[in-house]
Every structure is written in C-alpha cells, then in structure tokens.
C-alpha cells in the first residue's frame, strides 16, 4: 500500500490495474500541468470568460481524479458546474482553495519522495 497524504493512491491503481510505472508517468504530467490550468482558471476569472473556467476546471476534475486527488477533483468539478452555469460569485475563493489544495498534494508528494 503506498501512502500520500491527500492522494488516494490504492483507488488510483486500481483504476490502472495496478500499473505504478504509469501512475507514476501520469502523478509527473499532473504535477507539472496543473499549476497552468490553475492560471488559466484565474485568467479566465479576471477576463469574465466563463468557458475558460469551464474547461480549466473539467480538466482538472479529471486528471487529478486520475492520480487519486478525489478532494481536488470534487472541488474543480464544483467550479466546472457553476461556470456552466454562469455563476462565478464564489469563484475567486473556490479557485484559491484549489490551489492551496494543489500545494498541500505536491508538498505531500515531495515528501513522500523524500522518504
């Protein structure tokens, strides 16, 4: 059993068959693009383009849902259905509370790294 605090990484291998070379693969693809689509939801944001967050959210729901992030996962897919439904009012706040959860995964990775 492998442990990462923030990361549910036994459900993730199970979605791959228990294939920890390719979770691997894809944790490195997901630590190095979420910080852009991160920006991309803030870009989206400060240029009122609703479909920015949209999209930047609904990819984000599903790659970190891919590496076992389940509470970032729920969280981009909240923001993916109020920018589809034009309702951004909480949207600055939820954006931050992504991030700073992106944060607490990589750090929890890196230590996991460590050791």
């Known amino acids: 059993m492998i442990n990462i605090a923030t990361l549910d990484v036994d459900s993730a291998l199970e979605d791959l068959d228990g294939d920890l070379e390719l979770y691997a693969e894809l944790l490195e693809v997901f630590l190095d693009d979420t910080?852009?689509?991160?920006?991309?939801?803030?870009?989206?944001?400060?240029?009122?383009?609703?479909?920015?967050?949209?999209?930047?959210?609904h990819s984000?729901?599903?790659?970190?849902?891919?590496?076992?992030?389940?509470?970032?996962?729920?969280?981009?897919?909240?923001?993916?259905?109020?920018?589809?439904?034009?309702?951004?009012?909480?949207?600055?706040d939820t954006v931050r509370q992504i991030d700073e959860e992106f944060h607490r995964l990589l750090e929890a990775v890196e230590k996991a790294e460590a050791n």
């Open 60 to 92: 984000l729901k599903s790659s970190s849902r891919l590496v076992g992030g389940l509470r970032l996962s729920s969280m981009a897919a909240e923001l993916e259905i109020d920018a589809r439904n034009g309702s951004l009012e909480n949207a600055e």
């Open 35 to 57: 910080p852009g689509i991160v920006r991309e939801m803030k870009t989206g944001l400060s240029t009122n383009e609703k479909k920015l967050v949209e999209r930047s959210a």
